[in-house]
């Protein structure tokens, strides 16, 4: 157990419609990472918080948000769903050695979405 | 960004086997970590290892940071070792982990 936890572990929906993913990191950990992992993407960084601010942004679509709560619990929205947004959503949390070395990221189970 | 190439991208063993497993990286990196994805999905922790040699029961881990690679050992290896093994790096200017492609490692009973 990482300590990380992520809800719901999967998740069936239609295209078009809008899903919320939730991430509570390990008690300390101020940083909150989402990933996403498909077949032909591999594991791609989404964007990151540090503390409720944004951090970072990788390759986050439009159609996607996030948000970290003043409890460092964050939440991604995925909206106007697609069939290629089917893919497992992870979550990590670190306590950041510093701001430009996270230290060790510690990944949830994530979350499986499979949009029809 | 930072490139992570790993090889071989599959690996089949005999149970009992050992195996050398290697991740090359193209810039100087502050973080390096090894996971494995479990059949379930899981990402398991196995090593935080930006340089030096950690060791954990049959698994052991040596980063050369100057060299710019790193190698996962896995002795015995035992069927429940299989599974997708990544190497996730990180530079100082990013602190976002980039993983590479995995590999894919099957071991028979």
């Known amino acids: 157990d990482s300590g990380v936890t992520q809800t719901p572990k999967h998740l069936i929906t239609a295209t078009g419609q809008r899903v919320t993913l939730r991430c509570s990191p390990r008690?300390?950990?101020?940083?909150v990472y989402w990933y996403q992992q498909s077949l032909d993407q591999g594991l791609q960084f989404l964007i990151q918080y540090y503390n409720g601010e944004e951090r970072a942004k990788g390759n986050i679509l439009e159609r996607f948000s996030a948000q970290q709560f003043p409890d460092l619990h964050s939440e991604l929205n995925l909206s106007s769903l697609e069939l290629g947004d089917s893919a497992l959503y992870f979550c990590?949390?670190?306590?950041?050695?510093?701001?430009?070395?996270?230290?060790?990221?510690?990944f949830g189970e994530g979350s499986r979405l499979t949009v029809l | 960004g930072i490139q992570v190439e790993q090889s071989p991208p599959d690996l089949i063993l005999q149970e009992g086997a050992n195996s050398t497993l290697r991740c090359n990286f193209s810039?100087?990196?502050?973080?390096l970590q090894w996971f494995h994805q479990n059949p379930w999905g899981q990402l398991i922790n196995l090593f935080y290892i930006p340089s030096g040699t950690k060791q954990n029961g049959r698994l052991s881990a040596t980063t050369v940071a100057t060299e710019r690679y790193s190698l996962l050992y896995i002795s015995s290896s035992q069927t429940t070792d299989s599974g997708v093994y990544f190497c996730a790096v990180a530079t100082g200017a990013n602190s976002k982990l980039t993983f590479g492609k995995g590999i894919t490692l099957s071991v028979r009973p």
């Open positions: 990590a949390s670190s306590v950041d050695l510093t701001p430009a070395n996270t230290g060790e990221l510690f």
């Open positions: 810039d100087s990196v502050n973080n």
């Open positions: 008690s300390g950990d101020l940083s």
